[in-house]
């Protein structure tokens, strides 16, 4: 069996969704998308450049070709819509806990009168297996909750479907790979960092070491790969890198030097010239 290699994101995302075909205009340009077969025309994918039998899927201007996802851009688009996923089931998660909260200010005494009459039953159980309730967190949580007052739990309640709102925002902003998308979620992480750190302070758990190495792994390569903030040249740099990853693109400029000067065309971007 033939080695194939790493994943081919581009074949792979094709097989999926589809090839991308574009008819340049230009005579010149389409030439080098097009070609002849005894079955009709075909034209060069430019996601994974391959040719398919058919007719393109737009025609029109070199310069208002798309500029499709491909090869490592792929790549950052599936890590991006993994960590969306993440912050949606987080968002979700939230909220329903935000929900329980607020549900429970107005059942609050049938839930105290249940927890202090049905508690006890437990203790026998409890000091079988070794399960202390003095020394339990989850208890000390739960009669912290029924202690406290209806404003506060309100004021808890109204937090949490804040910050829920605010995860649900950034994992459409990361699932849609929209910029701001992106600037949302490395603030928004970024703001949760001390957070996380100072829980660690005051208990380590496998769950908060892997939670903060996660988020501040996602801040890290948000921020290096998609340049923000000015880094790596900024959103310039970033630009210009989606455009040189366009194969039409490539194609012109690989094609244009040898052109008349008449036809080469002034409004294409500087990296597709």
Known sequence: ???QGPVDWNLRTCARRGHVTYAPAEDAYRERLEATTPVGPAWRCLRCGDFVIGEPHARGPAEDAPIVLRGRALRDALILRLLSVERFVKGLLVLAAAYGVFHFRSHRDGVERAFNEDLP??????DKIG????DSAMIHTIRTVIEAESRTLLWVAAG????GVL???????LWLLKRWGEYFAVVATSLGLPVEIYELTEKVTWLRIGALVVNVAAVLYILLSKRLFGLRGGHAAYAAERHETSLLEVEIAAHEPTLPRGLRDPKLPVGAR
């Not at 039953?121 to 409890?126: C, E, G, I, Q, T």
């Open 167 to 173: 995860q649900l925002v950034e994992g459409i902003g």
């Open 1 to 3: 069996m033939r080695y």
């Open 131 to 134: 399960w202390r309730f003095e």
């Open 121 to 126: 039953l437990l203790r026998p159980f409890a």
């Open 160 to 163: 949490l479907a804040l910050y």
